[in-house]
């Protein structure tokens, strides 16, 4: 999907057709997302095929006669203009300067609604930033918690290069990060990328949030596509893991909308992502020994 097209160019290919990646098998919506050109090498227009449309072409060329396709995109690169990170924050009690990160990104692709991707996990996050705001002051965490709409992931990650632009000489404040951007299924594994040190506080949380249904899981933690940034820079990260059996079927078609989110998992998640953020900006990180 990415790269596709400078490879396809660099063997001398007008074009590239890929099967879609969703996983959709009788779905006529193609899976669609960002492509990456190689300027080694010429452009070409890259385009993606729905599964059922794909097992047709194929049957087509196995007949051995000639298949002749005709490509008419409307997609191209147009003005540019500036959108914004919108950033909240609920200030710890203590007001001690450091923060916990959380956040999901504003965009989305224009063939749905961006139900899954990302509004359900821009709900999540926002939810249980007010969940915490609620609290009576006494009940507040000691540090404060910073919830983030990225801009234009989409198209490059923009609003989260930005973001450790504007904070790189703040890393250390920054106590954890993680990002909800897989959907709205249920959260079945908490992972981290923590120094050792910290495993164990980590490993008390797990607990907490062992009664949700989530298992402890390992040290590797990706932690997000906006986060990324700040991980480079050696902020701390965390991954609440969602089921994703049925993401890419939605991921980036038209039928990415608002009908495919479960109430009672979406909840879930809510309950995860305060439990998380909650106890880390009350507690915060442990120092190196």
């Known amino acids: 999907r990415s790269a596709g ?6 063997l001398g290919a007008q074009a590239i057709l890929i099967r879609s990646i969703g996983t959709a098998a009788n779905s006529r919506t193609p899976h669609t997302g960002m492509l990456s050109y190689d300027i080694a090498f010429r452009k070409i227009p ?11 072409l194929e049957n087509m060329l196995a007949r051995g006669e000639p298949v002749e396709i005709e490509l008419r995109l409307g997609s191209g690169i147009r003005d540019e203009y500036t959108s914004q990170n919108v950033i909240a924050e609920v200030t710890g009690r203590d007001d001690s300067g450091k923060v916990v990160l959380i956040g999901g990104h504003l965009d989305s692709w224009d063939l749905g609604t961006g139900a899954l991707d990302d509004g359900a996990g821009v709900a999540i996050t926002m939810a249980a930033g007010k969940l915490i705001a609620d609290l009576p002051r006494a009940q507040r965490p000691r540090h404060t918690v910073r919830v983030v709409a990225w801009a234009n992931e989409e198209q490059g990650i923009y609003g989260g290069k930005a973001y450790a632009e504007a904070h790189a ?22 992972d981290t990328r923590v120094p050792e040190h ?20 390992n040290n590797e933690a990706f932690g997000g596509a906006d986060v990324g940034p700040m991980r480079t820079l050696g902020m701390p990260v965390a991954g609440l893991v969602q089921d ?9 078609t ?10 009672a998992e979406i909840d879930q ?14 507690h915060g990180m442990p120092d190196a020994p």
Do not use: C, Q
């Open 254 to 263: 038209a039928n990415d909308t608002l009908d495919k989110i479960d109430a």
């Open 198 to 217: 910290a495993l164990p506080m980590m490993d008390a949380i797990g607990a907490v949030l062992a009664p949700l249904g989530i298992e402890r899981g």
């Open 269 to 282: 998640n809510v309950a995860a992502y305060v439990a998380l953020t909650y106890l880390i900006a009350e």
């Open 169 to 190: 000489d703040a890393v250390d404040d920054h106590l954890i990060g993680f990002e909800s951007d897989f959907g709205a299924g249920r959260i079945w594994r908490f």
């Open 5 to 10: 097209a400078s490879r396809a160019a660099a």
């Open 244 to 252: 994703g059996t049925t993401y890419f079927d939605y991921h980036h």
């Open 46 to 56: 890259g385009a993606a095929l729905s599964n059922p449309d794909a097992d047709l």
